[in-house]
């Protein structure tokens, strides 16, 4: 007969009890970490890498998805045909710098800190104020992988708008957008290292830059993959002057014309310094060049595809203003601001209403078209609500999230603008309703044209007496809208 100490029985039970609770609750624990771990993975994947592609002086119907018949642009429209294409949507501004600023800041140019291409010497922009919030600073604070590669012109080097002092991590192009007139630069910048061109000393013309900041770019988008990333890609084309490699040229030789030979700036100080060097075939160029860019947003989409990550990638495509008449440009002979009046520097259509298209497989319905008006300053908001951050007071955009994805989309009351050259210019959209107020600089209440976009889109008929009512809701708004800046100002304020 076995003798059984009961003590040392419960002893041992109670142990193997108390283990195998044990063994319950760290599987428990165990789990409901790895259940977290799942979740932080599920919720950081539904932050999506974003690319944001910003063509420079690419006019409305510069693609051929819009019109365009001189060339075609057969990535782009991929990219439309396997997207969403934006039919009203805005720039910042008319002009380079302001633009990108309204793009960065969500404001629009009566409030964004930048409203002007002011320069610094030697180089650069008036810069932005460190205490500005941008969309890179905001994805940054949030682990976003932060890049731009092209032109900036929101800050001379090592200021405090510098893109690295503006939520960038990595930068490398043009700082300065006047030396972004120029192809074959004598230098570019990688963060704060000034890279010298030698292929480019003297009148040498061996590195093209548009190529170079596009190798740098596809690897950044390579070297990210794995992590989740903001890629700002401000190209310098097809910003004036007119120059492409022979490779491209050759494409479109003979086909453009007649040719009208431009003579620009050959040697002397402003020589790669912002003059526009002289071109013989400027309608080949400005083919061979967006065909150029064409191929460059066509790698692009082929690059997240190939590393598997295009799923959770929006890219984005437009333009900071309207088509330029500078350096041989010819928008006339092109027609590349389609049926809009006006051109870069103007707050008519042409000057400001821009092609946009938002590629997302998977989240963005395909083939689709949106008549949703909006703006530059409606990036910052969007990207906030994508990315899952807290949107900013202050700013006048509104998040176009919802129309990406086929949800109900909330509209804006208004659109405003204001442009600081040609003695002082403002315009205002709400509705159909669209009006201008020219030379405004000495006169704050100069007259403003007023036209229906609904009836006519090309701006030709000004209605403004037959519709007071609708003139002084316009006047209003311009004057509420503007705020004063010392640092770029209409000079009209002493005169109100």
Request: hydrophobic share 30%.
């Amino acid at each position: 007969m076995i003798n059984i100490n009961k003590h040392n029985f419960y002893q041992k039970g109670l142990i193997r009890l108390l283990g195998n609770l044990y063994a319950v609750f760290s599987l428990v624990v165990l789990s409901s970490c790895n259940n977290q771990k799942k979740a932080n993975e599920t919720i950081q994947k539904l932050k999506p890498n974003i690319i944001y592609i910003l063509a420079d002086d690419l006019g409305y119907g510069d693609l051929s998805l819009t019109g365009q018949e001189n060339f075609s642009t057969p990535n782009i429209d991929k990219l439309s045909e396997d997207g969403l294409f934006f039919t009203q949507h805005y720039a910042g501004s008319t002009v380079c710098a302001p633009s990108r600023s309204s793009l960065m800041t969500g404001q629009h140019t009566g409030h964004t800190f930048i409203r002007g291409n002011r320069g610094v010497k030697p180089e650069g922009q008036y810069p932005l104020d460190s205490t500005v919030i941008t969309v890179s600073k905001l994805l940054k604070s949030e682990g976003y992988i932060t890049g731009a590669f092209g032109k900036w012109g929101l800050g001379y080097p090592s200021s405090e708008g510098d893109p690295n002092n503006q939520g960038f991590d990595e930068f490398y192009g043009y700082n300065s957008q006047t030396i972004g007139h120029n192809y074959y630069p004598y230098h570019l910048w990688h963060n704060q290292t000034k890279v010298i061109l030698e292929g480019n000393k003297g009148k040498k013309t061996e590195t093209y830059a548009p190529n170079i900041i596009h190798e740098k770019a596809m690897s950044f988008i390579e070297k990210n993959k794995d992590s989740t990333f903001f890629m700002y890609y401000p190209t310098i084309i097809p910003h004036a002057e007119l120059v492409a490699p022979e490779e491209y040229m050759v494409k479109f030789r003979g086909k453009l014309l007649p040719e009208k030979n431009y003579q620009g700036i050959d040697e002397g100080e402003r020589y790669k310094n912002g003059g526009y060097g002289s071109q013989k075939e400027p309608h080949t160029a400005f083919a061979a060049m967006v065909y150029l860019l064409d191929k460059q947003v066509g790698e692009i989409r082929k690059k997240v595809e190939e590393l598997g990550i295009a799923e959770n990638t929006i890219i984005i495509f437009t333009s900071d203003n309207g088509p330029h008449k500078e350096g041989g440009a010819d928008p006339n002979y092109f027609n590349s601001n389609a049926d809009l009046r006006g051109y870069k520097r103007d707050l008519y259509e042409g000057g400001i209403r821009v092609p946009m298209i938002a590629y997302w497989p998977g989240k963005i319905k395909a083939d689709a078209t949106s008549n949703h008006i909006s703006a530059f300053w409606d990036f910052l908001p969007t990207v906030c609500e994508m990315a899952q951050i807290e949107t900013p007071k202050n700013i006048d955009g509104i998040s176009f999230l919802p129309e990406l994805l086929g949800e109900k989309q909330v509209s804006h009351d208004y659109l405003y603008w204001e442009f600081h050259e040609q003695g002082g210019k403002q315009a205002v959209r709400f509705g159909d309703w669209k009006g201008v107020r020219l030379k405004m600089g000495n006169n704050a209440k100069a007259p403003i044209e007023l036209y229906n976009l609904a009836s006519d889109i090309g701006e030709q008929n000004n209605i403004a007496d037959k519709n007071p009512e609708i003139v002084e809701k316009i006047s209003n708004i311009m004057e509420r809208e503007h705020s004063y800046s010392k640092e770029f100002s209409f000079g009209y304020e002493k005169n109100k």
